[in-house]
C-alpha cells in the first residue's frame, strides 16, 4: 500500500485538518526539500496506509509555525504528527520517526 499524500498550502487546509482530527486522527509530514533525511524519512513514510499531509517548510514556513503552535512542539524537520482531538498523540523527528507507529495512530481511533 502507499500513502495518499495531500500537500496542504494555506492556513485553511491546516485548520481544517486539525477540524478533522475531532472526528478521525491526522498525519501531518513536515519537510525540508533541502534535507537528505527529510528526503529519506518522507520517502519511507510514503509507505503508509492512510493518507499523509504534507508541509513542504520552505514554501509555507507559517504553517509549520502554526503547527508548533497547535502541538507545542519546538519546529523540526523531518517532523511528523498523528492528530487526534487536535491534540498530538504521535511525534517523533528526524529517523525517530516510525512509519508503522504513525499508521497505529491512524488506526487506533
Keep these: 500500500m502507499s500513502a495518499n499524500i495531500v500537500f ?7 485548520d481544517a485538518l486539525f477540524e478533522r482530527s475531532n472526528h478521525e486522527p491526522v498525519a ?14 518522507l520517502s519511507q513514510t510514503t509507505a503508509i496506509d492512510g493518507e499523509l499531509n504534507v508541509v513542504v517548510i ?7 509555525n ?13 517532523q511528523a504528527f498523528v492528530i487526534r482531538a487536535g491534540k498530538p498523540v504521535y511525534h517523533a523527528t528526524h529517523y ?8 497505529e495512530a491512524l488506526k487506533n481511533s
Design 8 to 14: 496542504i498550502e494555506t492556513a485553511e487546509q491546516l
Design 28 to 41: 501531518i509530514f513536515k519537510h525540508s526539500n533541502s534535507c537528505g533525511i527529510s528526503a529519506d524519512v
Design 58 to 64: 520552505q514554501q509555507h514556513r507559517d504553517l509549520s
Design 66 to 78: 502554526a503547527i508548533a503552535d497547535k502541538t507545542v512542539y519546538r519546529h523540526q524537520s523531518p
Design 96 to 103: 525517530g520517526i516510525d512509519p508503522r507507529k504513525i499508521e
